[in-house]
């Protein structure tokens, strides 16, 4: 059981858009600053936003962060098949001093 | 070019003991704070503990499952990270990576390894 709650599962069709949630507490996302990660099949988890909407250099402005309270939400617009993976959320938790991931959730473009 | 290059895997019966090392290249090891982080086969990640950089004490936190089995350190001198592994249980079977740290108050894993398959069987 993740500290952090993700969907475990969207899916949209090539060219739409779609959001995945990450819903914590006031020890871990409301206090502190959110991360989101992209696994594609069979690879190491690449970051794709930091402090809860900054995005690395190279990472295309098609993903999005945002956060709210005790819940932040990953955006992915213009959706391409090769988006098809798995996305995870993370942050600290100041109650257990340890960073923490939702459960991850599975991308699929139709 | 940042590069993360973890090494030691393998199969270890439960009881057993294996180290891990993190070669690192592409920037200044000694001023970041880095992790391991774990993956159970099918499953999602898990943070294994963190190393601050020296500079603000070398403070090493650890997640609750490992804490007292588990011992990472640095040696700034060769840019490698390291996971001392003892009393290993058939539960800490997973792809390990080694991560560096950063953003605002250093929780975002910026770059990762490729990781290596830690397998604990009798």
């Known amino acids: 059981q993740s500290v952090l709650t993700q969907p475990p599962s969207v899916s949209a069709a090539p060219g739409q858009k779609v959001t995945i949630s990450c819903s914590g507490s006031s020890s871990n996302i409301d206090n502190n600053y959110v991360s989101w990660y992209q696994q594609l099949p069979g690879t190491a988890p690449k970051l794709l936003i930091y402090d809860n909407n900054k995005r690395p250099s190279g990472i295309p402005d098609r993903f999005s962060g945002s956060k709210s309270g005790t819940s932040a939400t990953l955006g992915i617009t213009g959706l391409q098949t090769g988006d098809e993976a798995d996305y995870y959320c993370g942050t600290w938790d100041s109650s257990l001093s340890a960073a923490v991931f939702g459960g991850g959730t599975q991308l699929t473009v139709l | 070019e940042v590069q993360l290059l973890e090494s030691g895997g393998g199969l270890v019966n439960p009881g057993e003991s294996l180290r891990l090392s993190c070669a690192a290249s592409?920037?200044?090891?000694?001023?970041?704070?880095m992790s391991w982080v774990r993956q159970a086969p099918g499953k999602g990640l898990e943070w294994v503990g963190r190393?601050?950089?020296?500079?603000?004490?070398?403070?090493?936190d650890y997640a609750a499952p490992v804490k007292g089995g588990f011992t990472i350190s640095r040696d700034d001198s060769k840019n490698t990270l390291y996971l001392q592994m003892n009393s290993l249980k058939t539960e800490d079977t997973a792809v390990y990576y080694c991560?560096?740290?950063?953003?605002?108050?250093?929780?975002?894993?910026?770059?990762w390894g490729q990781g290596t398959l830690v397998t604990v069987s009798s």
């Open positions: 991560t560096t740290q950063g953003g605002t108050d250093g929780s975002s894993h910026h770059y």
């Open positions: 190393i601050k950089s020296k500079n603000v004490g070398a403070t090493i």
């Open positions: 592409g920037f200044t090891f000694n001023n970041v704070w």
